[in-house]
């Protein structure tokens, strides 16, 4: 039976705060992390209206044209905003920060445009293995990106990981020692030459950098996976084509063909091998942000279509219906139950998996030297040393664990998988019920459909997030998300006895004593390592 | 006025089921299995440009459909056409849905304004002449003064480039459309604006247009500047009482789902046996079987195609809604088997994700269909009508 109710019962509500979105906020109410939240928030916001709103079907037209088509002017407008820099840590001169902070700006900028959204999505997720490298990254490529956002000629970072051959293989240290691997970091004098096909990069074709993992040893892929930094000016270094994608197409998704790129030895990120470790740390981190995507896509839908019955006119036949009401309510009440899945996923990562070592008081020290000590090239050469790697990873084996990190990745892929399902099914009712109806939000409507599926794939497929569900809170595994203590013996880092004769592996004076011992990639099931 | 498939799609009462009259009508069988190669041979490798809509690819393939008479299959030889019932023409479409599914489309919504209209008027049409029915239906605006009907606004699949459509809708203001009427309107005529569809989903071998036509002006002028016929309204939609040309279009929307499902499901079975992770075809992978496993179940259960006459509407209606809900999720998992190389354009797979959806709202949402449902099995208007 219907039910009847008034136009304004109907019409949008003005957009809540943080701590009424997330009803846990609300205990750090005047809390300058708040605050600081709502205006980054706000930022977001203002640059999705003003920027990215009123320009996603024309771009999105232009791109399906073009698939190389690229909008600058977007990139500079949210540069201004800060949207390239909050992720760089304070210490580098960013906004310092974690996954909270990209999940927030990302349900913000994907409600009016997710394929712009992407652009600053892939930018962060391009910087996220250079925050793992902790203090040595600091005064290189990071300083670079804050500078140039604030001479307004922003670069634009991306991160390599997916192969023609090895999409989900890349994601799961398991499959990634059966996957067909075709990549190959060689190392040369001085560094590594760098070959192969890297596929669906996005940002690929418009990145001034990007971190990319491939193996040194290819009949070894999962012990020697590792992330290098590769200036995309680099000789050798190719765009060998764009994809035409079904949704998303703001963002550019490019192959990539390396031949023989050099990259220098210093350009390694984190310790050679470390790469598999590393790629479940980012993807701990990165998967709130993509459920964050999802739900800023349900938002989008849900807000165009009830403001558009709320509207009336076409729509008037629809408001008093039960059914449309129901629909609606059920909308509300998943993106409400998706923000607290993403929100609760990026606390764990900021406070358990991540962030102690971020707060770690060595971490604090270094923040504290100026930058110019910093950069002098007695401390560069420390800071950058096989010695401060080693460090670095210490720091992390202190302050979290290997089986934090996997329930964090297990919460992380909870969020992601549920948030992405979630955005299929408001973005399909949603449609549903405008129908074949001429009105100018259908096509909003479908665009938003198309931009959900790719929520249900990249990040690791929805399958692949649960499976890591199961292993971290089903059954209660444990994997070796944490690089081991001391790095494997490698051809460009020092041989065991240069090791012997500078400390590794003993006890550091100022970390402390390590959380564990070196270790393979390998699961334990039941708790505790 | 003949009555081309209404026996075939009301159902019979004979008790024979539709593999056996299937066996019976050879003509219809030998065009199910032509439509079948047509689509692989014509259809399948021009998918790409139909999905842009590109006029001339369009064009191309509506030729071939002409050359063997699926246009007006319907229509008696005599009348040029391939004297088929509706079980075959339905046969046919989910034939030609596995190609392209836009085409797919036109030829039901070419078949659908052939049977509507007047025999002596259609055996005027030149060959090769695209018409298209227009569902008047959910979500068309419709301008009605002292009780007439003046104008006619919806948004139409293959109404862009038709040479003429067929405007179907309830005989009258309320009606729950067990009767339908018809409006003719040629693609010439000045009461007729039609303006492209600037974002088309899916489907995009019927090119969807906004079309809004003046009756009211078209009816006052009928005699003199427009033809004789357009304007007219006919009860019954052209068919002999029993079959509803929304029913026909509902089937014809199910026949194409059908035939999007069938094409996804193979292409995902293909793709999982070659596709290599973890060092195996994923299909060894359980969470690819679930997927496909769930497709192979969605084709396997397809309704009986005749069922008692009585139930011929809440029959079309209830197989339209199974159908096209097991297309989209099928589709939708295609492309999840896929992966990422699903999303990208050149698999073809993601557009069968958009043909489903799209068809799925044809010839109005689902939601809305099981309204009419429960308006035809429990004579409860539905409450938009």
């Excluded at chain 1, 096909?197 to 996005?202: D, E, G, L, P, V």
């Excluded at chain 1, 210093?266 to 310790?271: D, I, L």
Aim: aromatic share 4%.
């Amino acid at each position: 039976m219907p039910a009847t109710t008034t136009a304004a019962s109907c019409a949008g509500p003005p957009q809540p705060t943080l701590a009424q979105r997330f009803p846990r906020f609300s205990a750090d109410a005047g809390s300058s992390r708040l605050r600081q939240l709502e205006r980054l928030r706000e930022r977001a916001r203002r640059f999705a209206q003003q920027h990215a709103r009123g320009r996603a079907l024309e771009i999105d037209r232009r791109a399906r044209e073009d698939p190389r088509f690229f909008d600058w002017e977007l990139v500079r407008a949210g540069a201004s905003e800060g949207l390239l820099s909050f992720l760089i840590p304070k210490q580098a001169g960013g906004g310092g920060g974690l996954a909270t902070e990209a999940a927030i700006v990302m349900e913000e900028l994907c409600a009016a445009c997710p394929g712009i959204a992407l652009i600053f999505g892939a930018h962060a997720l391009g910087i996220s293995p250079l925050l793992l490298g902790g203090p040595s990254q600091w005064d290189g490529v990071l300083a670079q990106l804050v500078a140039s956002e604030a001479q307004e000629r922003p670069m634009l970072m991306a991160c390599a990981i997916t192969e023609p051959e090895a999409g989900t293989d890349v994601e799961d240290p398991d499959l990634l020692a059966r996957g067909r691997i075709t990549t190959h970091a060689r190392p040369v004098p001085g560094g590594y030459r760098l070959t192969g096909t890297k596929r669906f990069i996005s940002n690929g074709s418009v990145a001034r950098w990007i971190t990319i993992l491939m193996p040194t040893d290819p009949r070894n892929p999962a012990q020697t996976w590792t992330c290098f930094l590769l200036d995309t000016r680099s000789e050798g270094f190719s765009i060998a084509r764009v994809e035409s994608k079904m949704g998303q197409r703001a963002c550019p998704a490019a192959e990539l063909s390396l031949q023989e790129v050099f990259v220098p030895a210093e350009r390694v990120v984190g310790r050679p091998g470390d790469g598999a470790a590393a790629t479940m740390i980012v993807l701990a981190c990165s998967r709130p942000p993509v459920a964050a995507i999802a739900t800023g896509i349900a938002s989008g839908a849900y807000e165009r279509v009830r403001d558009w019955i709320a509207s009336g006119g076409q729509a008037a036949d629809l408001r008093n219906r039960q059914h449309v009401q129901l629909q609606l309510a059920s909308m509300e009440e998943e993106i409400h139950l998706a923000r607290q899945a993403y929100i609760d996923a990026a606390t764990e990562v900021d406070q358990v998996a991540l962030g102690g070592a971020l707060r770690h008081p060595l971490v604090r020290a270094l923040g504290h030297v100026p930058p110019s000590v910093r950069r002098s090239s007695l401390m560069r050469g420390w800071i950058t040393s096989p010695r401060a790697a080693d460090a670095t990873v210490a720091v992390m084996r202190r302050t979290t664990s290997d089986r934090a990190v996997t329930r964090s990745l297990a919460l992380s892929s909870l969020a992601k998988a549920h948030c992405a399902d979630v955005a299929m099914r408001v973005t399909t009712a949603a449609l549903d019920l405008v129908g074949m109806r001429d009105v100018p939000v259908r096509a909003e409507l479908q665009k938003l459909w198309r931009d959900a599926k790719l929520t249900q794939i990249y990040e690791g497929t929805n399958q692949l997030n649960r499976i890591e569900v199961h292993r971290g809170l089903c059954a209660q595994e444990t994997i070796s998300c944490l690089p081991p203590l001391r790095a494997a013996a490698h051809p460009n880092r020092e041989s065991p006895a240069t090791a012997a004769a500078t400390g590794a592996g003993r006890q550091d004076p100022l970390i402390g004593p390590a959380a564990g011992a070196d270790r393979q990639l390998v699961r334990a099931r039941g708790g505790e390592r | 006025m003949s009555s081309p498939g209404a026996a075939d799609l009301a159902g019979g009462s004979d008790g024979t089921n539709g593999a056996e009259v299937a066996a019976e009508q050879a003509p219809g069988r030998a065009l199910a299995d032509l439509a079948r190669q047509i689509a692989r041979r014509e259809l399948l490798p021009a998918a790409g440009r139909l999905d842009i809509s590109d006029a001339e690819t369009i064009g191309a393939c509506w030729r071939v459909m002409c050359d063997v008479g699926l246009d007006r299959a319907l229509r008696s030889e005599s009348e040029g056409g391939a004297g088929i019932g509706a079980l075959d023409l339905l046969a046919v479409i989910e034939e030609l849905a596995v190609g392209d599914a836009g085409i797919a489309l036109a030829v039901l919504l070419a078949n659908v304004a052939f049977v509507a209209m007047p025999s002596a008027r259609a055996a005027t049409l030149p060959p090769g002449a695209r018409w298209a029915a227009v569902p008047v239906g959910w979500g068309a605006q419709l301008t009605i003064r002292q009780g007439r009907l003046e104008e006619i606004s919806t948004l139409a699949f293959g109404a862009h480039g038709a040479h003429g459509l067929v405007f179907v809708l309830p005989a009258s203001p309320g009606d729950d459309r067990s009767r339908c009427s018809v409006l003719c309107a040629q693609g010439s005529t000045p009461h007729l604006r039609r303006e492209r569809e600037e974002h088309q989903l899916g489907l995009s071998g019927a090119p969807a247009a906004m079309v809004a036509f003046s009756v009211a002006d078209a009816q006052l002028r009928s005699g003199s500047s427009l033809d004789p016929w357009s304007g007219e309204q006919r009860r019954g939609g052209g068919c002999e009482a029993e079959l509803c040309l929304f029913d026909l279009m509902r089937r014809g929307a199910a026949a194409i789902a059908r035939g999007i499902a069938r094409r996804a499901e193979q292409l995902a079975l293909e793709y999982a046996q070659q596709r290599r992770q973890g060092g195996v075809a994923i299909v060894a992978h359980d969470a690819v079987r679930d997927m496909l496993g769930a497709m192979a179940v969605r084709r396997i259960l397809r309704p009986a195609e005749r069922i008692a006459e009585a139930d011929a509407r809440a029959f079309a209606i209830a197989e339209k809604i199974l159908a096209t809900d097991a297309a989209l999720a099928s589709a939708t998992d295609a492309v999840q088997v896929f992966g990422g190389t699903g999303y990208m354009r050149e698999t073809g797979v993601e557009k069968l994700m958009r043909d489903a959806k799209s068809i799925q709202l044809f010839p109005e949402p689902n939601w809305v269909s099981a309204d009419a449902l429960l308006g035809a099995h429990l004579a409860t208007p539905a409450p938009w009508s």
